[in-house]
């Protein structure tokens, strides 16, 4: 179905809110070529000059650049959080972008922090699975992300207490082997020092500060079902945009 201006945000911004969430679900692949200025002002039924100023936003806010062979999509340093990679995946089948990999670090089942406890809705010193990975690009550490889920999934579930890769990650196992979906999420980020033994990890000096986003997973019945944290490395965007009603 063709896109159609709709009147409440002005057209240019919803081509660039079009293409960007295109980008985000991983749709538009990072490197990808977006159609011409020609192409968008015909499909969208607006003047070239409105579709060169969408353009011109996603250029601005970081989504896209552009040459004389046309307009590619390029995140650059923006970061890719639990959130963002749990959409490439249902949108995608992957929730890793191109040019990343991941580092499984540690797995297994371990006594519940008091924090991991209240978050998981379980006693402090109940087992729950601890799943450790580092994402990394060519220009460093991306991000370093725990996960911790309730113990007894490692029943329906015992690839989860191994450091071998998870082709649909732990949202989709969870998801195929008990039916419990993911389907509501709250995110905090807060400014953490790094304590000694991680410092190392995300390569940087111990004590220093770094953003930390968790989330807080909730399956169909409002059960929790992960709480997650992501220690950003440095040098990464951390955004989000949304329609203002």
Do not use: C
């Amino acid at each position: 179905m063709a896109p159609r201006v709709r009147r409440e945000l002005p057209p240019f911004m919803q081509i660039a809110h079009h293409f960007r969430q295109k980008i985000l679900d991983g749709e538009i692949a990072p490197d990808a070529k977006l159609p011409s200025i020609a192409e968008i002002s015909e499909e969208w039924g607006v003047a070239t000059a409105t579709a060169a100023k969408g353009i011109k936003q996603l250029q601005a806010e970081g989504y896209v650049r552009s040459s004389t062979q046309g307009t590619f999509a390029d995140l650059g340093r923006k970061q890719t959080t639990g959130p963002d990679r749990l959409r490439m995946l249902r949108v995608g089948g992957s929730g890793v972008r191109p040019g990343e990999r991941v580092e499984m670090l540690s797995a297994g089942l371990e006594p519940a922090p008091a924090e991991v406890a209240e978050a998981l809705g379980l006693d402090a010193g109940t087992p729950v699975i601890k799943r450790q990975r580092r994402y990394v690009d060519d220009e460093g550490v991306v991000a370093l992300s725990t996960s911790w889920l309730p113990g007894d999934f490692a029943a329906s579930a015992p690839e989860l207490l191994s450091t071998e890769p998870l082709p649909t990650m732990t949202f989709g196992l969870i998801e195929e082997r008990t039916g419990r979906r993911a389907v509501r999420r709250r995110d905090t980020v807060t400014l953490r020092r790094i304590p000694e033994d991680l410092a190392p990890l995300l390569e940087v000096p111990p004590d220093t500060p770094v953003l930390a986003w968790t989330n807080h997973y909730w399956d169909q019945h409002g059960m929790v079902t992960e709480y997650a944290m992501d220690l950003l490395g440095q040098n990464h965007q951390l955004s989000a945009e949304y329609d203002m009603p």
